[in-house]
């Protein structure tokens, strides 16, 4: 591939409107964003396989325990919408699976510029127009939870 054919891709800047009211969720968003931008600057340093596998590996793995600990934290709260939210996260996941595979067998750094820029704009919708839906949900219960914790 030469330099001409490559995409212009951007990185992700994290920004204060992505917060969704949760230390522990906000911190866990804006270490996803640092690692696209891993991702940004491996392939526009054209980066090789091995290198490019270990950081999208890495990316899963806390992908998998972010998605995991924000549903906890839904279902703590009875999350009315968790249904559907957990069903785009099991997207999310389906889709990484079938990326990985193939890029394992037939290596071409252009797939993982395709799925980084799937993955910045899937990341972005989801944190500024899915996860922003149960800020008043969690807030709720941290108060409930203060509550109960003043009354003790
Ligand atoms: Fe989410």
């Known amino acids: 591939m030469t330099q001409g054919n490559r995409k212009h891709i951007e ?6 409107s992505y917060s969704v ?4 969720l906000d911190n866990q968003h804006k270490k996803i964003i640092e690692f696209l ?3 940004y600057w491996t392939l526009r ?20 325990t972010h998605l995991r600990e924000e549903e906890e934290l ?11 939210h957990w069903g785009m ?9 079938r990326f990985r595979k ?13 799925f980084f820029e799937f993955l910045k704009e899937w990341w972005i919708a989801h944190i500024t127009q899915v996860d922003k839906k ?4 969690l807030k709720k219960s941290d108060m409930t939870q203060s509550d109960n914790t003043r009354s003790q």
């Open 21 to 24: 009211g949760n230390e522990k």
């Open 37 to 39: 931008n891993t991702l």
């Open 102 to 114: 193939r890029f394992q067998y037939d290596y071409q750094a252009e797939f993982v510029s395709d």
């Open 74 to 84: 839904l279902k703590a709260c009875n999350y009315p919408d968790y249904e559907t």
């Open 134 to 137: 149960y800020e008043p949900y």
């Open 89 to 97: 996260h099991e997207k999310l996941k389906a889709r990484t699976f």
């Open 45 to 64: 340093e054209g980066m090789q396989r091995q290198v490019l596998l270990s950081i999208l590996d890495e990316l899963n793995d806390y992908t998998l």
């Open 11 to 16: 990185y992700v800047r994290w920004q204060s």
